[in-house]
């Protein structure tokens, strides 16, 4: 039988066939070699994060250190102007489908074994002789990242943040929110992302309107304002790259439905700084909660792809303000030519409330930028205080136009 001629099928399938596979880079961090996070000057497995800083400690001989930045460690912040097709991290690899979160690791301090769920954590400590385990073989369900950023900001800072953030909305907001706020509650963790570094090329058509005249008709209620514009024919197109854009690879914080929670917070404390991001070391994670990603790459291609065209859009933009009236694009496309993928474990400062109600209630979030310190978030609001104050507020707008009118 004669093999298929990818060139007779329609071009989504063509194209598919011909797209080169992924590239792998290897990002793997030497800790992942033996599954042990050492001290580079005593070689214990004591080593925690320093508080506030990028920095790790050893706790039995108090040398510090910085683990590498991943950038650096695996040149991930070169050549973006010449990627080609798609490369991706160890980290950031497809997860095995039938992979368990389960796993039973050999304590390398005295043997013994621990089992840690992967699905709600990341490092584990030996009940027998306080060795602590991370989760640094490489494991088949890709819950390692590449790379992580660490918290700077300490958690009083966090909570003080959270409690400033609630203080300025307290007027309206919910009585048992209020009653049973408790920023003592703040939680630290690291939520999984996908970064990316693109090229790309996009070409939009459509028609743009110069206004040449301005005026109206009629008296009274009945005035109406016209204006006669030309219109132009137009089109754009946009040689770009883009240097670490992050994306949401947790289905769960992706799922951004305002009917049964606050998830899109996340997004308005962004954003990180990703270029000082280290490679992969558990001791960072040590006092802090994680979660592990659900999504490859395959699943955020879409989302990529729109992010891509909204930055495109926007490099268009200084080409047409001549176009007074706005271009109305009809035609638009985005051309991914090369794209890089690296797995990375952010910092969230994080407040939850949940609020009653139907279909199971609406969760709140607060959140913090682990980094900067950036805060915002959602209090629930009691809807007669605003309704009262709207009506208020139009008594006094009513009142300040029936003075004007007897002026």
């Given at each position: 039988?004669?093999?298929?001629?990818?060139?007779?099928?329609?071009?989504?399938?063509?194209?598919?066939l011909?797209?080169p596979?992924?590239?792998a880079?290897?990002?793997?961090?030497?800790?992942?070699?033996?599954?042990?996070?050492?001290c580079?000057?005593?070689?214990?497995t004591?080593?925690?994060?320093?508080?506030?800083?990028?920095?790790l400690i050893?706790?039995?001989?108090r040398?510090?250190?910085?683990?590498?930045?991943?950038?650096?460690?695996?040149?991930l912040?070169?050549?973006i102007?010449?990627?080609?097709?798609?490369?991706i991290?160890?980290?950031?690899r497809?997860?095995?489908?039938d992979?368990?979160?389960?796993?039973?690791?050999?304590?390398?301090?005295?043997?013994?074994e621990?089992?840690i769920?992967?699905?709600?954590?990341?490092?584990?400590?030996?009940h027998?002789c306080?060795?602590?385990l991370?989760v640094?073989e490489?494991?088949?369900?890709?819950a390692?990242?590449?790379?992580?950023?660490p918290?700077?900001?300490?958690?009083?800072?966090?909570?003080?943040?959270?409690?400033?953030?609630?203080?300025?909305?307290?007027?309206f907001a919910?009585?048992?929110?209020?009653?049973e706020f408790?920023?003592?509650?703040?939680?630290?963790?690291?939520?999984?992302?996908m970064?990316?570094?693109?090229?790309?090329n996009?070409?939009?058509?459509?028609?743009?309107?110069?206004?040449?005249?301005?005026?109206?008709?009629?008296e009274g209620?009945n005035k109406?304002?016209?204006?006669?514009?030309d219109v132009?024919?137009?089109?754009?197109?946009?040689?770009?790259t883009?240097?670490?854009?992050?994306?949401e690879?947790?289905?769960?914080?992706?799922?951004?439905?305002?009917?049964?929670?606050?998830?899109?917070?996340?997004?308005?404390i962004l954003?990180?700084?990703t270029?000082?991001?280290?490679t992969?070391?558990?001791?960072y994670?040590?006092?802090?909660?994680s979660?592990?990603?659900?999504?490859?790459?395959?699943?955020?291609m879409?989302r990529?792809?729109?992010?891509?065209?909204?930055?495109?859009r926007?490099?268009m933009?200084?080409?047409?303000?001549?176009?007074d009236?706005?271009?109305?694009?009809?035609?638009?496309r985005?051309?991914?030519?090369?794209?890089?993928?690296?797995?990375?474990?952010?910092?969230?400062?994080?407040?939850a409330?949940?609020?009653p109600?139907?279909?199971?209630?609406?969760?709140?979030y607060?959140?913090?930028?682990g980094?900067?310190?950036?805060?915002?978030?959602?209090?629930?609001?009691?809807?007669?205080?605003?309704?009262?104050?709207?009506?208020?507020?139009?008594?006094v707008?009513e009142?300040l136009?029936?003075?004007?009118?007897?002026r």
């Open positions: 039988m004669d093999s298929l001629d990818p060139r007779t099928l329609p071009q989504p399938i063509r194209d598919e011909l797209a596979d992924p590239a880079i290897d990002t793997s961090a030497k800790e992942l070699r033996d599954g042990l996070n050492h580079p000057k005593c070689g214990s004591e080593v925690r994060h320093r508080p506030g800083t990028d920095r050893c706790l039995y001989c040398h510090e250190w910085v683990a590498t930045r991943v950038e650096e460690a695996f040149g912040g070169e050549g102007a010449d990627l080609r097709g798609t490369q991290g160890s980290g950031a497809d997860m095995a489908a992979a368990t979160s389960l796993r039973s690791y050999k304590c390398g301090g005295c043997g013994a621990v089992v769920n992967t699905a709600t954590a990341m490092t584990a400590r030996c027998w306080r060795h602590v991370g640094n490489q494991i088949d369900d890709g390692v990242p590449d790379a992580v950023l918290f700077q900001v300490k958690k009083d800072d966090a909570v003080a943040r959270i409690r400033q953030f609630v203080n300025k909305r307290r007027l919910l009585k048992a929110f209020k009653d408790t920023p003592e509650n703040v939680v630290g963790v690291y939520l999984p992302y970064v990316v570094d693109a090229r790309g996009a070409d939009a058509a459509g028609f743009g309107e110069i206004e040449t005249r301005r005026y109206t008709r009629g209620k109406q304002t016209y204006y006669d514009a132009w024919r137009v089109q754009r197109h946009v040689d770009f883009v240097d670490d854009l992050p994306l690879s947790s289905a769960r914080r992706g799922n951004l439905d305002t009917r049964s929670n606050t998830h899109n917070v996340i997004n308005t954003p990180f700084d270029k000082n991001a280290v992969w070391n558990a001791s994670l040590v006092g802090y909660t979660e592990k990603r659900d999504r490859d790459v395959q699943h955020l879409p990529l792809q729109d992010q891509m065209l909204s930055i495109a926007a490099q933009q200084p080409s047409v303000q001549r176009y009236r706005s271009v109305r694009w009809e035609h638009e985005i051309d991914l030519q090369g794209t890089r993928w690296v797995s990375m474990y952010l910092p969230v400062w994080l407040y409330y949940h609020q109600g139907p279909d199971g209630g609406l969760r709140h607060i959140a913090v930028n980094r900067t310190g950036e805060t915002m978030g959602s209090v629930p609001v009691q809807q007669w205080k605003l309704i009262l104050v709207a009506l208020s507020i139009g008594t707008v009142a136009a029936l003075w004007f009118i007897a």
